[in-house]
């Protein structure tokens, strides 16, 4: 797999037999020795400190054998050993790096005949109908689950079956019923626009699962937005509107009776590569904007052009959830919505919760551990 190695002054070069090359610094490679000293064969975990790793550490020899590289560090008296595979596995060109990253499906209301689901009875009793819905929610933002028991505290236990609900003061679940004295617009016969819910928490909630359990009532279509594909529209569109929702931060607020939350957060949030990782817009809860005056107009101007994007038809796709019916969002990707409905026609009752997504995604991860 390893055809040559080359010693260069601050990085280690690798030359593949299957063609390029790869640079590893002396630094990174010695933090990342696997040898039993420096890491518990146990756990995996590093049994050093970061003032304990050589500031420049430099190999005195290294070699090829077999398949590994072998370096003998200078004035230490210790060897460190790295497989090709995993060198190749943590190869940090700008392509393996590409290569390395999630799988993201952007989608409009073309996919309404192909929705991300899954049948529930089948995903608790067979693994691999599992491990797809979990792919299917990592690359769509959202899925579908049919078959839901229509039982109260349904929602939570698909929530803890998947990830653990995060319990919040509107508690482990909530209903979405129409009310006459609501403290919440939700729980209104009102359309709501598409949103991504509660802003106003630090952390907001990773995914929202909706369980559908009565939906007599005419209207009340749910609406889904992909917030990425949006996003994606604005950069290609107004660049420069993209770059100022992904800078500045904007609050957001909620209060009742017994709660004071609030949060602030840029409305597009992007990694260091410049990808798009996150979508905070809620009008509802957006507070006073607080910047430097001369901000504000040119953030109104990028704000509204983002909003105009979030409701193209091209991007909204409308479903009507029938009872036993239960659909989960990646919050701060797929924004949600519903047309108004006529709550004297028929009842329209869904439960909801919220589950941290770092839950999610091990239970993904070990899936595909146990598979492989
Ligand atoms: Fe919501």
Redesign the pocket.
Known sequence: MIQRLEQGEEALTVTWCAGGESRFPYLWLRDNCRCALCRDPRNGQRLFDALDLPAAPEPAALRLEGEAVVIAWAGEGHDSRYGASWLAAHDLSPAARARRRPEILLWGREIANDLPRANWPRVLAEPAVELALLRDLARHGFALLQGVPTEHGQVAVVGDRLGHVRVTNYGRLFDVVSQPNPNNL?NTALA?DV?T?NPYRDPTPGL?LLHCLECAAPGGETVLVDGFRAAEELRRRHPEDFARLARLPLAFHFADATADLAAATPVIGVDFDGHVTSVHFNNRSMSALDLPEGEILPWYEAYRHFAAILREPAGELRLRLQPGDLIIMENNRAL??RTAFDPNLGRRHLQGCYVDKDGVESRRRVLERNMA
């Open positions: 939700a709501l949103h819910d929202q949600h919505g």
